[in-house]
Each structure stands twice: as C-alpha cells, then as structure tokens.
C-alpha cells in the first residue's frame, strides 16, 4: 500500500458519486486523515457560515456562522466529513452552548488535537444574538497555556455588530 493510500485510509465520503445529507445529529460522519507536517505546529481554520440546529425548547431553527480552528497532531478532520457533521445538527435540539461544545468534544475525541477553538456566531431571535466560545489545550504542553489565555481575553474589545 502506497504512502498516499494509507493516509487517505478510511475517507469514504471524499469523492464519492453521491452525496447522502443526514439531518440527525451523527458524530460517525467525521473522518481524518494523516498529518503530513506533525513535526511543525500550525492552524487549520474552517468558517461554516450555514450552520442550522434547532432551539430544544421551541423547535425554531437557529442559524449561525461555526468558526472552528485548530492545531492537529496527527490525525486531520476531513472538511467534506466536517460538513455533512455539521449539517447533522439541523434537526438537533440544544441551546446555542451545547452546540458549540459538542463540536469541540466530537472533534476532540476524533482528532485528539494540541489545540481547538469552536466559536458559533448566530443570528438574533427574539433581539438578542449569542456568540458562545470553548476552546481546549492539551493538559502539559503550551497550548494549555495558550487555550487559558485565550479564553480569558476573549472578545476584550467586541466587534461592532451591524451585520445581523
């Protein structure tokens, strides 16, 4: 088995002839692939501005822009894996919070990356929008440092809001 076989092991939905769109929540849909650069620490960014679930309490869509980035070791979440993921949550119940770090939990136990953010931006219901931020550094390294920081001036000077 070649190099580039064995790190493309496992990615089904990549390529494949038919796209299937689960509309139930279903952490089973991520896939990975091998870090070709472990030995150098960089960010990998995804911005998903189509993000839909459901409010648990109403069953009202709620919409939002995910903002996911992250420092991987040695497994990589695939990005078409990551969007049917994504798109699982559109009849899922769970308030805005929930939704973010469940992300981050799936993500963590998927990859097991140095470092995660999750950071959901969504649109307003009722007048008022909520943009829930988690993160995670792996314990005993830097990037526990980093995610402590982070977190703690998160948002210091927030954006002017005038585009929901």
């Known amino acids: 088995m070649s190099r580039q076989t064995e790190e493309l092991q496992g990615i089904t939905s990549l390529g494949s002839g038919h796209t299937q769109y ?13 870090n070709k650069h472990e030995n150098r620490d960089y960010f990998v960014k995804f911005n998903c501005p189509e993000f839909t679930s459901l409010c648990p309490k109403t069953g009202q869509p709620d919409y939002a822009t995910m903002y996911i980035s992250y420092v991987p070791d040695q497994r990589m979440v695939e990005s078409k894996s990551l969007k049917l993921y994504l798109f699982s949550f559109r009849n899922h119940g ?57 977190l703690s001036q998160h948002d210091l000077y927030p954006e002017k809001i005038d585009n929901r």
């Not at 939704?99 to 649109?123: A, Q, R």
Request: hydrophobic share 35%; aromatic share 14%.
């Open 94 to 150: 769970d308030f805005h919070e929930d939704c973010v770090n469940i992300i981050m939990d799936d993500l963590i136990s998927l990859m097991d990356p140095k470092y995660i953010e999750v950071w959901g931006k969504f649109l307003p219901r009722g007048g008022i929008s909520i943009d829930p931020y988690c993160n995670y550094g792996r314990a005993g390294t830097p990037w526990e440092d980093v995610a402590w920081q982070r």
């Open 22 to 34: 689960e509309t139930d929540y279903d952490p089973k849909l991520l896939e990975t692939f091998m």
